[in-house]
Each structure stands twice: as structure tokens, then as C-alpha cells.
């Protein structure tokens, strides 16, 4: 139990390190989800509500709307807790994660 708890430890010193080195601008979206703590499964639902948004975004603007205010409303009501949209979108722009969704949603914040 004490080397496991040892071990713990090292790893959280090591991802406390590894935050230092991860660049706020080039990694912005993946240091946020390491500072939020969220695990694997809340980051793979958070690309399958942008999948879903995205998919959404294109086709809207096929049939020529131009407003995205139902999709940004969409993306805050299900983003996690944890998350805040300005932060997950300007993080999300700055590492180029569904960039062309994420520019869409920031003009409604």
C-alpha cells in the first residue's frame, strides 16, 4: 500500500510538471482539460457534442442561415460542469479543435 501510494505521488508530481511545459496557447484546450480534471469519458463526450454541433453548423449554413444562436445554447447546455464556454472556445480556437464550429459559436458569447 505505501509503494502505491508512492507511486501516486510521483505521478502527481509529474503531471504538475508536465502542466508547466504544456504552453497555454498550443496546447490551451488539452492544459484546460488537465486543469478541470476530467477524465477520459467526459473529454470523448465533449468531442461527440462538437461531432454532432459541427455536423449541424454545416448543414445550416448549406441551407444559408447564418445565426448559430440554437447551436451555441445547444453546446452550453451540454457542456460539462466543469467547463465555462468562453474558455472552452477560445482554448478550443487556439489549438485548432473544431475550429471552424468553435468560431462560429464565439460570436454569440
Known amino acids: 500500500m505505501q509503494e502505491l501510494l508512492k507511486r501516486i505521488e510521483k505521478i502527481e508530481y509529474h503531471h504538475s510538471l508536465l502542466m508547466e511545459i504544456v ?3 498550443e496546447f490551451s484546450f488539452y492544459r ?3 486543469e ?3 477524465s477520459q469519458k467526459e473529454v470523448e463526450d465533449f468531442y461527440s457534442l462538437c461531432e454532432k454541433l459541427n455536423k449541424k453548423s454545416k448543414e445550416q ?6 445565426f448559430f444562436a440554437p447551436l451555441f ?3 452550453t447546455l451540454n457542456l ?4 465555462q464556454p468562453k474558455e472552452v472556445i ?3 480556437i487556439k489549438q485548432n479543435v473544431y475550429l471552424e464550429l468553435m468560431i462560429h459559436l464565439r460570436r454569440n458569447l
Open 23 to 25: 504552453s497555454k496557447e
Open 32 to 34: 484546460l482539460v488537465m
Open 36 to 38: 478541470r480534471d476530467l
Open 61 to 66: 449554413k448549406a441551407e444559408g442561415f447564418v
Open 73 to 75: 445554447q445547444e453546446f
Open 80 to 83: 460539462h460542469p466543469k467547463l
Open 90 to 92: 477560445e482554448s478550443c
